[in-house]
């Protein structure tokens, strides 16, 4: 069986800025940090950021959202609200609206709420207000 998720790596093209970005504007704290690579203390999963090096890409583009790389990164919080009009007044408008989720099972209201955001180099950040799994 495989375990529950530990880790995700982000390739940046621009470590101050990114590092910037999820330290002041989203808050994550700092568990280590040299001059190509941010980890950030994120719960049970360790986010990292690496810069480019031999073993990542070695040409990042200007594309965003879904056409970067079909991923986003959802952080849980408590007040959806609060935390994305945190965000938008420090200038990362919320691409999505607060928006319902979906249900999987038709007709069911939605278990909680979502907004979405995109980082400095074009990545999905997404808040979520749901109540969280455990299993």
């Known amino acids: 069986m495989i375990g529950p998720l530990s880790w995700i790596l982000v390739y940046v093209a621009d ?3 990114m590092r ?6 989203l808050g994550l704290p700092i568990k280590r ?8 203390r994120t719960g049970a999963c360790t986010l990292e950021l690496m810069g480019n ?4 890409p070695e040409k990042m583009d200007a594309a965003q959202g879904w056409a970067r790389n079909k991923v986003l990164i959802s952080f849980h919080v408590t007040d959806i609200h609060a935390e994305t009009a945190k965000l938008e007044a420090a200038g990362y408008p919320c691409i ?20 979405q955001f995109i980082d400095p180099e074009g990545n999905i950040i997404e808040f979520g207000q749901m109540p969280l799994e455990n299993d």
């Open 20 to 25: 910037r970005f999820y330290e002041e504007v």
């Open 96 to 115: 999505t609206g607060i928006k319902p989720t979906v249900s999987s099972i038709p007709g069911a209201p939605p278990r909680g709420y979502i907004a």
């Open 53 to 56: 090096l031999v073993n990542g």
């Open 15 to 17: 470590i101050p800025k």
């Open 33 to 40: 940090a040299t001059g190509q690579v941010v980890v950030f």
